[in-house]
């Protein structure tokens, strides 16, 4: 037993706490949209020429990185919408609900987007339904210049800068206390189907890449665990945490800034219960802590909810397509399981981490681990939809077709700019016309 056990056990089951334990009548979903800004060129843009004209538009509170200068602008929102610059200074973050369905979630979306694109269009610049900047490759430069970023860039390393370019399409779906475990495994473990079927980040650094879902290619750079599908499933919430306690903690707040730790979280709990910290400091390091592990699937204690997060953001006209295939498999989650044992047998983590590396290089032309994998598993999703009653399985229709025509949109992305240029590809990821 390790001197920190005790110490986990008790962050364990005050994470438990946090979760609800029944549902509402209906399960309720969250968003988190990133879109890359560009200049027309297919340039990286500035996130922070938008707060000016958003401003203007009324109705926006203001957030600073440090209210007492004021001199960095990091968000604008209003309740239930947040727009905010992420790690890369170029790109946009949109974040919405909860909402009861897909439907109030789009219509949300669309209001939000209107006022970011209205401003974008203002400052001559354009977003863009991909997951990726097309043609700038990330940089010191491109860094969000926030003080906790800054920090984080110190003690992760050059690494951190593969966030500054990236753009994700993560939802999050309400779940019960009893659904975390099986939540985060099966999530997790149908990271590589959503990445064949969403992948669309082809195009990097000006040219047709070699990944089809470039962003995960790049972001492995993070640690290949730390970032993508844990590598076998958990049997408990504790073996959870103790296994989000074994990576590097990179830093952590304090009143004057960030303290670099750099060791596993499980040496940084010791020290800091030496130094007299309270339960509920610890419980809150750790919230700090596990907030930079990105797992592909991970469960969020702030809203009791799974955030799934590998989707890269979406083509135009099929922005929640990503949206509806997840919150289908969260709803039918005993399904998706038993359908991925019956085809893949009792250890299906070896074979579906193989199809997830495939799936990133190749897309949809990445070979199933089983013939009828993905369409079965777009059925289940099918059916998790039409269970909540309120038509959503229409969104699921993109998936369908990507899959009837074996192409991913980030195999639609390459394909246009041999075609047809740099321009043209633009023109097709541009959102808001």
């Not at 879902?213 to 970032?227: N, S």
């Not at 590998?310 to 709803?331: F, T």
Request: glycine content about 8%.
């Amino acid at each position: 037993m390790r001197p920190s056990d005790p110490l986990l056990a008790a962050i364990a089951e005050q994470y438990e706490s946090r979760f609800q334990e029944s549902l509402g009548p209906i399960r309720k979903v969250g968003r988190e949209a990133e879109f890359p800004v560009v200049w027309p060129d297919g340039r990286a843009g500035e996130v922070s020429l938008l707060w000016e004209p958003l401003l203007a538009q009324g109705g926006l509170t203001p957030q600073y990185d440090d209210p007492d200068t004021r001199r960095l602008l990091i968000e604008v929102s209003e309740p239930g919408m947040m727009v905010a610059i992420e790690v890369g200074r170029c790109t946009v973050e949109l974040s919405l609900g909860p909402y009861e369905d897909l439907w109030q979630l789009q219509a949300g979306f669309d209001r939000a987007l209107a006022r970011v694109v209205g401003a974008a269009r203002e400052r001559g610049m354009r977003l863009l339904g991909f997951g990726i900047q097309p043609r700038t490759p990330a940089s010191q430069r491109l860094l969000t210049p926030s003080r906790h970023y800054r920090a984080l860039r110190r003690a992760a390393g050059t690494a951190w800068l593969r966030l500054t370019t990236s753009a994700s399409d993560q939802l999050h779906v309400d779940i019960t206390r009893a659904e975390i475990v099986p939540a985060v495994n099966w999530m997790n473990l149908l990271s590589g189907p959503i990445i064949a079927l969403c992948a669309n980040s082809s195009v990097y650094a000006g040219r047709a890449g070699r990944h089809q879902a470039g962003r995960e290619a790049f972001l492995a750079d993070l640690g290949e665990q730390r970032y993508g599908m844990p590598p076998c499933r958990f049997d408990t919430t504790a073996e959870w945490i103790q296994y989000l306690s074994e990576f590097r903690c990179f830093v952590l707040p304090e009143s004057t800034g960030f303290r670099r730790t750099n060791r596993p979280f499980r040496e940084v709990l010791v020290a800091e219960s030496k130094r007299g910290a309270s339960t509920e400091q610890l419980f809150q390091y750790f919230l700090w802590h596990e907030h930079y592990v990105w797992n592909s699937a991970r469960a969020r204690v702030a809203h009791s909810t799974i955030e799934v997060r590998p989707a890269c953001q979406q083509p135009p006209g099929e922005s929640l397509a990503a949206n509806a295939l997840i919150l289908g498999w969260v709803e039918a989650l005993k399904e998706a399981a038993q359908f991925v044992r019956r085809t893949l047998g009792d250890d299906p983590w070896p074979a579906m981490s193989r199809y997830r590396r495939a799936a990133v290089r190749d897309g949809l032309e990445a070979p199933e681990p089983a013939r009828g994998l993905l369409k079965g598993l777009v059925e289940i999703a099918r059916t998790g939809l039409k269970r909540r009653g309120r038509g959503e399985e229409l969104l699921l229709a993109p998936m369908e077709r990507r899959l009837a025509e074996r192409q991913s949109p980030g195999q639609r992305a390459q394909r246009t700019l041999r075609r047809s240029g740099m321009a043209a590809l633009l023109d097709q990821l541009r959102l808001g016309g």
